[in-house]
């Protein structure tokens, strides 16, 4: 089973629509959760961490639900630029895999105008 | 400004050849990372090294070596006991003094292809 599962997609919705991505993830000791986002052929970049209370950053908002081991990144109104794949991302917290990521697949989404 | 370089940011190699990836920060990172990314697919990790002359292996690393001789660089050798080398690879780096949160930046990447 892998660490962590995401739907790939794709997504392809229209600007202005709200969409939502969904992860799982296997192991309960894990503590640091994020969402990285990663354009066509480049390296990835930090989105937003998703902290327990859940947290928000313009029309980003993470969610945790760490009963469940599901985080989930929601997008609203959606514009051009936000088409790309988002990385649900795992960190490891424990000992000498201190700072190590598992990483989904990715799910890809296309906004089209 | 801090950051991470990788290069070449494109390589192609023969069959049977060794190839070096060079990796370089000036973020004063502890921790270093190499990835491997396959098209539509996660990023897998090859190998990392918490400090100065210590690495441990990834999920994958079977046909590549690394060193760290110095805390700015980590290089990547793919040598030919790797079946599969056409790729894209990616490094990263770490501070691990920063806390959970703490963001792992990564490098360009280096997309290798093996003819």
């Known amino acids: 089973r892998k660490e962590v599962e995401q739907d790939p997609g794709p997504f392809n919705v229209p600007e202005g629509a709200t969409v939502a991505f969904n992860c799982t993830y296997s192991n309960s000791a894990s503590q640091s959760f994020f969402w990285y986002r990663q354009d066509c052929r480049k390296e990835p970049k930090l989105l937003m961490s998703?902290?327990?209370s859940g947290n928000e950053d313009g029309r980003f908002t993470a969610q945790l639900n760490r009963a469940s081991q599901y985080i989930s990144l929601l997008i609203r109104d959606s514009k051009l630029s936000d088409s790309a794949t988002y990385l649900c991302v795992v960190k490891s917290d424990r000992g000498s895999t201190l700072g190590r990521l598992y990483f989904g697949r990715g799910t890809q989404l296309t906004v089209w105008p | 400004d801090g950051g991470i370089t990788q290069s070449p940011k494109y390589l192609f190699r023969k069959e049977g050849q060794n190839v070096t990836l060079s990796c370089e920060q000036n973020?004063?990172?502890?921790?270093m990372y190499w990835y491997r990314q396959d098209p539509g697919q996660g990023l897998r990790l090859i190998y990392y090294s918490q400090i100065v002359n210590d690495f441990q292996k990834g999920d994958i690393a079977e046909g590549y070596s690394v060193s760290r001789e110095k805390k700015e660089s980590f290089p990547l050798t793919v040598t030919s006991a790797q079946k599969n080398p056409t790729a894209f690879y990616l490094c990263?780096?770490?501070?691990?003094?920063?806390?959970?949160?703490?963001?792992?930046?990564f490098g360009p990447g280096t997309r290798l292809t093996v003819l």
């Open positions: 973020l004063n990172h502890d921790a």
């Open positions: 990263a780096s770490f501070n691990r003094a920063g806390g959970n949160y703490n963001e792992q930046f």
């Open positions: 998703v902290y327990s």
